[in-house]
Protein backbone atom coordinates (compact mmCIF):
# COMPACT_ATOMS: atom_id res chain seq x y z
CA UNK A 1 0.00 0.00 0.00
CA UNK A 2 1.23 2.96 -1.04
CA UNK A 3 2.70 5.53 1.82
CA UNK A 4 0.46 8.21 1.30
CA UNK A 5 -2.12 11.03 3.32
CA UNK A 6 -5.18 8.95 1.55
CA UNK A 7 -4.06 5.49 2.22
CA UNK A 8 -3.47 6.80 6.19
CA UNK A 9 -6.71 8.02 6.52
CA UNK A 10 -8.71 4.78 4.51
CA UNK A 11 -7.05 3.00 7.08
CA UNK A 12 -7.58 4.97 10.30
CA UNK A 13 -11.35 4.88 9.59
CA UNK A 14 -10.89 0.87 8.80
CA UNK A 15 -9.36 1.30 12.46
CA UNK A 16 -12.03 3.08 13.68
CA UNK A 17 -14.83 0.78 12.68
CA UNK A 18 -13.16 -1.96 14.23
CA UNK A 19 -13.07 -0.99 17.13
CA UNK A 20 -16.04 0.44 18.10
CA UNK A 21 -17.34 -2.48 17.07
CA UNK A 22 -15.45 -4.73 19.73
CA UNK A 23 -16.87 -3.71 22.56
CA UNK A 24 -15.06 -5.83 25.11
CA UNK A 25 -11.78 -3.87 23.79
CA UNK A 26 -13.55 -0.62 23.76
CA UNK A 27 -14.95 -0.85 26.89
CA UNK A 28 -11.14 -0.25 28.16
CA UNK A 29 -10.59 2.94 27.52
CA UNK A 30 -11.25 5.40 29.84
CA UNK A 31 -12.24 8.51 27.67
CA UNK A 32 -13.87 6.98 24.47
CA UNK A 33 -14.47 10.23 23.87
CA UNK A 34 -11.23 11.58 23.24
CA UNK A 35 -9.79 8.54 22.18
CA UNK A 36 -11.74 8.45 19.14
CA UNK A 37 -11.25 12.21 18.69
CA UNK A 38 -7.66 11.89 17.72
CA UNK A 39 -8.62 9.36 14.95
CA UNK A 40 -11.97 11.37 13.92
CA UNK A 41 -8.64 14.00 13.21
CA UNK A 42 -7.30 11.96 10.93
CA UNK A 43 -9.85 10.87 9.05
CA UNK A 44 -11.72 13.92 8.64
CA UNK A 45 -7.95 16.16 7.31
CA UNK A 46 -8.03 17.96 10.57
CA UNK A 47 -4.47 16.42 11.19
CA UNK A 48 -2.93 16.88 7.65
CA UNK A 49 0.59 17.47 8.31
CA UNK A 50 3.03 14.84 8.91
CA UNK A 51 3.77 16.36 12.80
CA UNK A 52 -0.34 16.36 13.03
CA UNK A 53 -0.94 13.17 11.94
CA UNK A 54 1.69 11.94 14.33
CA UNK A 55 0.65 14.30 16.81
CA UNK A 56 -2.39 12.63 16.32
CA UNK A 57 -2.03 8.88 16.29
CA UNK A 58 0.54 9.19 19.36
CA UNK A 59 -2.54 10.68 21.20
CA UNK A 60 -4.59 8.32 20.50
CA UNK A 61 -2.55 5.52 21.41
CA UNK A 62 -1.61 7.33 25.23
CA UNK A 63 -5.77 6.74 25.65
CA UNK A 64 -5.68 3.54 24.89
CA UNK A 65 -4.66 0.92 27.83
CA UNK A 66 -2.15 -1.32 25.42
CA UNK A 67 1.47 -1.31 25.51
CA UNK A 68 3.67 -0.55 21.99
CA UNK A 69 4.29 -3.87 21.63
CA UNK A 70 0.51 -5.32 22.04
CA UNK A 71 -1.28 -3.01 19.88
CA UNK A 72 -3.89 -4.55 17.83
CA UNK A 73 -2.72 -5.39 14.28
CA UNK A 74 -5.03 -2.17 12.61
CA UNK A 75 -3.75 0.23 15.30
CA UNK A 76 -0.23 -0.92 14.97
CA UNK A 77 -0.18 -1.09 11.19
CA UNK A 78 -1.52 2.53 10.96
CA UNK A 79 0.86 3.53 13.56
CA UNK A 80 3.83 1.78 11.39
CA UNK A 81 2.32 3.83 8.28
CA UNK A 82 2.50 7.48 9.97
CA UNK A 83 5.84 6.82 11.21
CA UNK A 84 7.12 6.09 8.12
CA UNK A 85 5.16 9.12 6.06
CA UNK A 86 6.86 11.43 9.03
CA UNK A 87 9.85 10.19 9.05
CA UNK A 88 10.23 10.34 5.19
CA UNK A 89 9.21 13.87 5.57
CA UNK A 90 12.35 14.53 8.06
CA UNK A 91 9.62 15.62 10.45
CA UNK A 92 11.01 14.56 14.13
CA UNK A 93 8.61 13.65 16.80
CA UNK A 94 10.31 15.89 19.29
CA UNK A 95 10.82 19.45 17.00
CA UNK A 96 8.60 21.25 19.00
CA UNK A 97 8.67 23.86 15.56
CA UNK A 98 6.47 21.41 14.12
CA UNK A 99 4.26 20.70 16.82
CA UNK A 100 3.59 24.04 17.43
CA UNK A 101 3.24 25.43 13.96
CA UNK A 102 0.68 22.09 13.12
CA UNK A 103 -1.56 23.30 16.53
CA UNK A 104 -1.52 27.15 15.09
CA UNK A 105 -2.95 25.86 11.86
CA UNK A 106 -5.85 24.06 13.49
CA UNK A 107 -9.51 25.42 12.09
CA UNK A 108 -10.64 25.70 15.75
CA UNK A 109 -7.62 28.27 16.51
CA UNK A 110 -8.13 30.26 13.95
CA UNK A 111 -9.57 33.17 15.94
CA UNK A 112 -8.31 32.50 19.07
CA UNK A 113 -4.64 34.28 20.02
CA UNK A 114 -1.52 32.88 19.67
CA UNK A 115 -0.39 33.12 23.17
CA UNK A 116 -3.64 30.85 24.21
CA UNK A 117 -3.19 28.61 21.52
CA UNK A 118 0.41 28.01 22.66
CA UNK A 119 0.00 28.30 26.32
CA UNK A 120 -3.09 25.62 26.40
CA UNK A 121 -1.15 23.04 24.12
CA UNK A 122 1.38 23.50 26.93
CA UNK A 123 -0.80 22.69 29.14
CA UNK A 124 -2.55 19.74 27.42
CA UNK A 125 1.05 18.29 27.40
CA UNK A 126 2.38 18.74 30.43
CA UNK A 127 -0.87 18.42 32.25
CA UNK A 128 0.20 21.97 34.24
CA UNK A 129 -1.65 25.03 35.01
CA UNK A 130 -0.22 28.09 34.03
CA UNK A 131 -0.95 30.92 36.56
CA UNK A 132 -1.05 35.02 36.14
CA UNK A 133 2.94 36.01 36.40
CA UNK A 134 4.21 39.39 35.23
CA UNK A 135 6.53 39.77 32.88
CA UNK A 136 10.22 40.86 34.11
CA UNK A 137 10.75 42.52 30.65
CA UNK A 138 7.94 45.02 30.96
CA UNK A 139 5.84 44.47 34.92
CA UNK A 140 2.89 43.41 32.80
CA UNK A 141 0.78 40.18 33.37
CA UNK A 142 1.78 37.57 30.53
CA UNK A 143 -0.96 37.72 27.69
CA UNK A 144 -2.17 34.41 28.60
CA UNK A 145 -4.23 34.40 32.19
CA UNK A 146 -3.39 37.83 32.06
CA UNK A 147 -6.36 39.01 30.56
CA UNK A 148 -8.47 36.53 33.25
CA UNK A 149 -7.40 39.06 35.85
CA UNK A 150 -9.30 41.90 34.44
CA UNK A 151 -5.63 43.75 33.07
CA UNK A 152 -6.28 46.21 30.41
CA UNK A 153 -2.43 46.24 29.56
CA UNK A 154 -0.68 42.90 29.51
CA UNK A 155 2.32 41.51 27.50
CA UNK A 156 2.16 39.92 24.89
CA UNK A 157 4.67 37.33 25.67
CA UNK A 158 4.61 34.07 27.09
CA UNK A 159 4.92 32.22 30.74
CA UNK A 160 8.81 31.06 31.13
CA UNK A 161 7.48 27.24 32.02
CA UNK A 162 6.27 27.91 28.01
CA UNK A 163 9.61 29.11 26.80
CA UNK A 164 11.49 26.66 29.00
CA UNK A 165 9.00 23.54 27.42
CA UNK A 166 9.63 24.67 24.20
CA UNK A 167 12.70 25.59 24.27
CA UNK A 168 11.98 28.98 22.97
CA UNK A 169 15.05 31.73 23.02
CA UNK A 170 12.69 34.28 23.44
CA UNK A 171 9.40 34.76 25.08
CA UNK A 172 8.42 37.35 22.38
CA UNK A 173 9.40 35.57 19.43
CA UNK A 174 11.30 38.00 17.99
CA UNK A 175 12.69 37.99 14.56
CA UNK A 176 15.25 41.35 13.81
CA UNK A 177 13.77 43.00 16.64
CA UNK A 178 10.32 42.46 15.84
CA UNK A 179 8.10 40.03 17.64
CA UNK A 180 6.34 37.71 15.55
CA UNK A 181 2.85 38.00 17.63
CA UNK A 182 2.95 41.69 16.08
CA UNK A 183 4.26 40.96 12.70
CA UNK A 184 1.95 37.98 11.88
CA UNK A 185 -1.75 39.14 11.23
CA UNK A 186 -2.99 35.31 12.06
CA UNK A 187 -1.63 32.26 13.27
CA UNK A 188 -1.45 30.17 10.29
CA UNK A 189 1.14 33.53 9.25
CA UNK A 190 2.57 32.63 12.48
CA UNK A 191 2.52 29.12 12.21
CA UNK A 192 4.87 29.62 8.86
CA UNK A 193 7.37 32.12 10.55
CA UNK A 194 8.01 29.25 12.95
CA UNK A 195 9.16 26.67 10.50
CA UNK A 196 10.78 29.60 8.45
CA UNK A 197 13.06 31.03 11.37
CA UNK A 198 13.19 28.02 13.51
CA UNK A 199 16.91 28.23 13.80
CA UNK A 200 16.53 31.33 15.09
CA UNK A 201 13.58 31.05 17.86
CA UNK A 202 14.40 27.72 18.86
CA UNK A 203 18.02 26.67 20.70
Known amino acids: MKNSQTNIRKLARKYRE ?6 SLA ?3 DDQEACLSYLDAIITRKADTAASLWDAIIDHIQETPWDADELPELLANLHEMIDEYRLNRNVDSTN ?3 LLSCE ?7 ATPAQVVISQYYERLTGD ?11 ESFFYKGRDHGDFVTSIGLHPEV ?19 FACQDNVKLANALMEHQQALFY
Open 18 to 23: WLTNQP
Open 27 to 29: SQI
Open 96 to 98: YAN
Open 104 to 110: LRKEEHR
Open 129 to 139: TLQCETDPING
Open 163 to 181: IEFFGLIDSHMRIDGNSLF
